[in-house]
């Protein structure tokens, strides 16, 4: 007799082990068994992409020597195409795939192995089964020499910290692995524990930074309301010189640099990336635009919502720490200011809308070339800008009762819990106006789909500030160029002396008007706007002389300053702002 539920198939059991028989030559060795499997055939496939770092990384390029056996009965194995193997399972219940992967690119986003530590992107790391990305997994580690400690937020099995489980492969694959011997310490923030692994040494105070992080925690969860992570793991890679950040679900990726903890500037830098990172749980990784999951790891995964995104976190990033009282007015103002000048100084500002930033951010916010700086503009600088503007708004209409944080609230709610699903332009443009008690086309129109130039003055008079361009008056004559401590051209800005009269990006300057350059800062000293020079360049290893005619240095210097006799409203709007 058979019973109904014997054709039920059984679950497919997937697990990974994962040895480093040659980690000082940045190896990993990786077997992965499927038992339980009926299906003429089995398709394996690495990920081209790591959700949050928007370009297609071909990490399949860093496997070799890919085999598949059952019981240790070799199998035919076919790669279909470059990031799939296809492998005959007829008539057999299980398999192991075996293969190498080469990791020597230590960044948040790619793997790393050496002998002191490996780093596992485990989207450049663990192969999928197709059709099977909802499916559990196991991943046992066995650790190299004296490694001894595993820094993820996937969960031990039995309190084994080298066995480690995943409930699907989105889980997985949003939850990299720190292997080694680095220094952990670790706090709780009001009932969410936080661990905090440092790998490269480095000039930094446990005791401070677990002060100081708690604050940027504690003012993070204030704007959402809730914390959903009970466990949430930092792994900080201090290097001679590091930056950047890479944010995940339950963790985040840091880059430092091993000094820079000991400066206020440093150490400012240091928890600003900190609270970007963390505001990403929320922001992007919860309350997402739609496109962004459930992932396709075969293509990319396009959205004009970035600006949002990453944007929005970018303009948090500094609001948050003076929110904790960890800057001051001033120092956020500078913050924020800094964002401005970078905007504005850049002329792809006044070429690619804000919207289409995010859009190509695959083929070039990811892929920038020599003349990026001319056609493109950031969505984190544009978008950290855009976003204090609908701050300033939302407080100013409200009248002080709303802010940002109110909107940030309200779509992780409708979106994230209530619906379930991320939002589209259209939504988040909704959750603006409610706020804000207006229709918002005509900003939409100006800075996210449009070119407009912003008009900053109409947003920073409700907090009683103005903007000043320091440079307004100069009549400081100018190339229009950059150029490397070289004396190399690695920039050509649009419209300006050297794109008019012919300079290149690669061209070494070497003369202006026959006399030699030492000092760049010097070479135009006691010209003036209209004069015609006579640049001497090498290119391609031959001397040329273009002759230039100098235009007025176009570039502006910034700052927010108050304005005198700031109305009541305007200073109730900046008591809001800046949480006096
Ligand atoms: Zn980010």
């Known amino acids: 007799m058979t019973s109904a539920f014997a054709a039920v198939p059984a679950p497919v059991k997937i697990s990974y082990n994962v040895t480093f028989p040659e980690a000082q030559a940045h190896y990993a060795d990786i077997e992965m068994t499927l038992t339980g499997l009926a299906q003429p055939s089995l398709e394996v496939k690495m990920p081209v992409w790591a959700p949050g770092s928007y370009l297609v990384r071909e990490f399949a390029k860093n496997i070799e020597s890919l085999s598949a056996n059952t019981k240790g009965k070799a199998l035919a194995t076919t790669k279909i195409n470059k990031n799939t193997w296809k492998i005959n399972t007829a008539g057999i219940s299980s398999v192991t795939v075996k293969y190498k992967v080469y990791a020597f690119e230590l960044s948040v986003r790619t793997s790393f192995i050496d002998a002191s530590h490996a780093f596992l992107s485990t989207t450049g790391i663990f192969l999928y089964p197709k059709g099977m990305v909802s499916s559990p997994s196991t991943v046992h580690i066995k ?8 820094s993820t937020s996937l969960e031990p099995v039995n309190g084994d910290i080298f066995t480690r489980t995943a409930p699907n492969y989105d889980i997985l694959y949003d939850s990299p692995l720190e292997i080694g011997t680095q220094d952990v310490f670790d706090f709780d923030v009001d009932g969410t524990h936080y661990e905090v692994a440092m790998y490269g040494g480095g000039n930094y105070d446990k005791e401070r930074l677990k002060v100081d992080m708690a604050k940027v925690i504690r003012a993070e969860v204030a704007v959402f309301g809730e914390n959903p992570n009970k466990h949430y793991t930092f792994i900080v890679h201090n290097k001679q010189r590091n930056g950047g950040g890479l944010e995940h679900l339950s963790s985040t990726v840091l880059g430092a640099s091993r000094d820079q ?3 206020p500037g440093g150490y400012r830098g240091f928890l600003s990336l900190v609270a970007h990172e963390h505001f990403h749980l929320w922001n992007v990784k919860r309350l997402r635009p739609i496109a962004l999951g459930p992932f ?5 995964n396009y959205t004009t919502n970035l600006w949002i995104a990453e944007g929005f976190t970018a303009y948090y990033q500094n609001l ?4 904790a009282d960890i800057s001051t007015p001033q120092d956020y103002l500078n913050d924020m200011t800094g964002d401005i000048n970078t905007v504005e100084n850049q002329p792809g500002t006044r070429v690619q809308p804000l919207a289409e930033s995010s859009f190509d ?3 070039k916010g990811y892929r920038p070339n020599e003349n990026s700086y001319n056609t493109g503009i950031s969505y984190y600088d544009k978008g950290a800008v855009v976003g204090m503007l609908l701050d300033l708004e939302i407080i100013n209409d409200s009248n002080g009762k709303y802010s940002l944080d109110d909107v940030m609230k309200y779509m992780y709610d409708t979106y ?4 379930k699903r991320g939002y589209t332009d259209a939504e988040f ?26 008009d900053y003055n109409k947003y920073l008079n409700y907090a009683g500030y103005k903007l000043v361009d320091n440079l307004a008056d100069t009549q400081e004559p100018s190339l229009g160029v950059f150029t490397n401590s070289r004396k190399i051209i690695t920039t050509v800005l649009r419209g300006g002396a050297g794109w008019v009269d012919g300079l290149n990006v690669n061209d070494e300057i070497t003369a202006v008007d026959d006399t030699p350059v030492t000092d760049m800062g010097a070479i135009l000293k006691g010209k003036k706007v209209g004069d015609k020079v006579n640049v001497t360049v090498t290119r391609d290893g031959q001397r040329i002389v273009i002759p230039v005619t100098l235009q007025r240095n176009n570039a502006y210097k910034y700052s927010i300053t108050e304005i005198e006799n700031a109305s009541p409203k305007q200073l109730a709007v900046r008591k809001k702002w800046l949480k006096l």
Do not use: C, M, Q, T
């Open 143 to 150: 650790p190299y020499k004296d490694w001894n400690k595993v």
């Open 296 to 300: 396709d790891y075969d293509n990319e």
């Open 261 to 263: 903890y000991a400066s």
């Open 416 to 419: 994230y819990k209530g619906k």
């Open 429 to 454: 443009k909704a959750g603006f106006e409610k706020f804000a008690g207006k229709k918002l086309d005509d900003f939409y129109a100006k800075y996210i789909n449009g070119l407009d130039a912003i």
């Open 320 to 323: 948050i720490l003076r929110h």
């Open 361 to 363: 951010a695959w083929i």
